[in-house]
């Protein structure tokens, strides 16, 4: 069975530094989504992307986040100045019509 | 704001028995309501998806009922077995695909 999948599974970061995590969505899906869930709290919507372009972001998806579809597989969400608070679990998930399918998770802690 | 809230942060059950799980909204009007099941440190994991038309959808010894009125959805697992212990989200949705999420509700079914 077609899964999403994530890497890396772990990730550990300095404050101040760039991180690149890495989604390949289910093959013939055409929705890309990245979530957050911090410890103990629940998922949160951080952006949906479409035909190449942001569909819907939220308020937590400032200008220090960016995402971007590099060829036909990956689905990549940067992060260009972690702070603290950006640690937690980051989830891709991939629709190919109104369920969306979530990958295994990258843990982000930032020090 | 949109406020989705679940039943009880926990709940407790013998195998065997049916475990129902309450998932209450306001200030928002889902064309979905999905239910995904989330084990400890991975992604979720998409169960069932009810429309805002439907009233009830069941999948083997799952069931979902969506009264809009109320803006209630109820999650029934019957048979139920220590294996379905885990916690469960209700997530809403409208049509952008963005999926807002309860903060999830643990259940323990205790052999």
């Known amino acids: 069975e077609p899964e999403v999948t994530q890497t890396p599974s772990h990730q550990v970061t300095q404050m101040g530094q760039e991180v690149i995590l890495r989604c390949v969505p289910i093959s013939n899906h055409l929705y890309f989504y990245w979530y957050r869930q911090i410890l103990g709290q629940k998922v949160e919507f951080l952006v949906s992307f479409y035909n190449n372009e942001i569909s819907e972001k939220s308020e937590i998806f400032d200008d220090q986040f960016s995402v971007e579809r590099p060829d036909g597989s990956n689905f990549t969400l940067k992060i260009r100045s972690t702070k603290l608070e950006d640690s937690a679990m980051y989830f891709c998930?991939?629709?190919?019509?109104?369920?969306?399918?979530f990958g295994p998770g990258t843990r982000l802690t930032v020090l | 704001s949109q406020k989705i809230e679940q039943n009880s942060e926990a709940l407790n059950i013998q195998e065997g028995k049916t475990a129902t799980l309450t998932c209450n909204y306001t200030n928002y009007s889902p064309a979905y309501l999905q239910w995904y099941r989330q084990d400890p440190g991975r992604g979720p994991v998409f169960l069932l998806l009810i429309r805002e038309n439907e009233k009830e959808k069941r999948k083997e010894r799952l069931k979902v009922t969506f009264d809009t009125t109320l803006k209630q959805s109820l999650f029934h697992i019957t048979a139920s077995q220590p294996a379905d212990s885990a916690t469960y989200l209700c997530?809403?949705?409208?049509?952008?695909?963005?999926?807002?999420f309860g903060q999830g509700t643990t259940l323990q079914v205790k052999p």
């Open positions: 998930a991939s629709s190919g019509t109104n369920t969306q399918y």
């Open positions: 997530a809403l949705s409208g049509n952008t695909g963005k999926l807002i």
